[in-house]
């Protein structure tokens, strides 16, 4: 059998020190992650920049898991007509924001410096609404969250599930191509 042997007591200044040491660290991790928005979300007003940004004051916000068209970008219609869906996007998400104060949870902070949100105005979650309302689609490469709003929107045909649309990851993708080829053609 092994012998224990009795164990020396902590001194009371050993003791202090850790206890100093956790709260620093505690700290520390609360002031990040009230930095980051974690611990207190942002509420008030907020302005629709395109169909998944806002803007309060200085700092922009971008929409967690959902991807809208892009502010210039066109779709095409039933009739097989082209409409500014990028700014009828928008328009919604104005009509939505407008209507009452937000309450926002932040998720994270993207490479623009955006904080990525999750907004409500009461019951409603304003990014899930967008998408049911088929003025965004699921944005899966952030998650799944709002495929079930999305599939309800295309089956009743709304927003832009009404004709044909470039995605706006799509459609970005070749804006940035045809800038590159245009600059290069211009050297």
């Not at 007591?9 to 609360?30: E, K, N, Q």
């Not at 949870?105 to 105005?121: E, I, Q």
């Not at 699921?138 to 470039?166: L, N």
Request: charged content about 35%; overall charge positive; proline content about 3%.
């Amino acid at each position: 059998m092994r012998r224990r042997w009795p164990r020396k007591p902590r001194s009371r200044g050993r003791s202090l020190v850790d206890a100093l040491i956790f709260l620093a660290a505690l700290a520390l991790v609360a002031f990040g992650a009230e930095r980051i928005g974690w611990l207190f979300p942002e509420t008030g007003s907020f302005t629709a920049v395109d169909g998944d940004s806002l803007r309060k004051g200085e700092q922009d916000y971008r929409l967690h898991g959902i991807d809208a068209p892009e502010l210039h970008q066109s779709c095409t219609g039933a009739d097989g007509r082209d409409y500014p869906c990028g700014r009828m996007a928008r328009d919604e998400l104005r009509r939505l924001v407008n209507a009452s104060a937000l309450d926002c949870a932040v998720r994270d902070t993207d490479r623009y410096g955006r904080r990525v949100v999750t907004c409500r105005a009461g019951d409603m979650d304003i990014n899930a609404e967008m998408v049911r309302r088929g003025w965004a689609i699921a944005y899966r490469r952030h998650g799944t969250a709002y495929a079930e709003a999305e599939k309800e929107a295309r089956a009743a045909r709304r927003g832009i599930w009404q004709g044909d649309f470039e995605t706006p990851e799509r459609w970005r993708e070749t804006q940035r191509r045809g800038l590159t080829r245009g600059a290069l053609a211009e050297d």
